[in-house]
T-cell receptor, first 114, second 114 residues
Framework: AQSVTQPDIHITVSEGASLELRCNYS??????LFWYVQSPGQGLQLLLK??????LVQGIKGFEAEFKRSQSSFNLRKPSVHWSDAAEYFC????????????FGPGTRLSVLP | GAGVSQSPSNKVTEKGKDVELRCDPI?????LYWYRQRLGQGLEFLIY????????KSGLPSDRFSAERTGESVSTLTIQRTQQEDSAVYLC????????????FGSGTRLTVV
């Protein structure tokens, strides 16, 4: 079945450590790919998106993500995590150029230790 | 407006009552989406509007749920005879086109059915 998976339900890292959040999708064509962040009690904020071209995309707040077609992955990274990065992170996919809606992964909750 | 506006931000209702949730999209955005997010879970697609086309209602969980949108303006999500399992945050998003360009979320309506 077509889906978006985020294997890690909850990740805890120390402030200043590096971070990688995993995302895999199972659509045949290369979809549009997104990462959203949701802070407690807040709506979703777009971190970055990939449509085509350079497979390493830069986003806001120092985040980046790399699209790897061979692995059907779009992992989110940050070299040095800040306490304010503690939030829920959602990978999302628009399955094709004519996609009508986003398919979201289940989310990964990030906790940051001081 | 500058962003997607949702009202009310919080709604507590008694089981069995009807509720209406409102979404005011970004001006000029032709696409509008409703999602549901239950506590601790990911986003669940409910319904999608694109201009004057027939909406994609494939995500509506039951016939108690309905949504309307007039043209490219405000949308209302109605839940009839609310049940406790309807308790969730209901998120609206709008986009300037299909494919995910300029996809912006509102801050959501937190619905609690008691």
């Amino acid at each position: 079945a077509q889906s978006v998976t985020q294997p890690d339900i909850h990740i805890t890292v120390s402030e200043g450590a590096s971070l990688e959040l995993r995302c895999n999708y199972s659509y045949g064509a290369t979809p549009y790919l997104f990462w959203y962040v949701q802070s407690p009690g807040q709506g979703l904020q777009l971190l970055l998106k990939y449509f085509s071209g350079d497979t390493l995309v830069q986003g806001i707040k120092g985040f980046e993500a790399e699209f790897k077609r061979s692995q059907s992955s779009f992992n989110l990274r940050k070299p040095s995590v800040h306490w304010s990065d503690a939030a829920e992170y959602f990978c999302a996919v628009v399955p094709d150029n004519y996609g009508q809606n986003f398919v979201f992964g289940p989310g990964t909750r990030l906790s940051v230790l001081p | 407006g500058a962003g997607v506006s949702q009202s009310p931000s919080n709604k507590v209702t008694e089981k069995g009552k009807d509720v209406e949730l409102r979404c005011d999209p970004i001006s000029g955005h032709t696409a509008l989406y409703w999602y549901r997010q239950r506590l601790g879970q990911g986003l669940e697609f409910l319904i999608y509007f694109q201009g004057n086309s027939a909406p994609d209602k494939s995500g509506l969980p039951s016939d108690r749920f309905s949504a309307e949108r007039t043209g490219e303006s405000v949308s209302t999500l109605t839940i009839q005879r609310t049940q406790q399992e309807d308790s969730a945050v209901y998120l609206c998003a709008s986009s300037s086109s299909t494919g995910g360009y300029g996809y912006t979320f509102g801050s959501g309506t937190r619905l609690t059915v008691v």
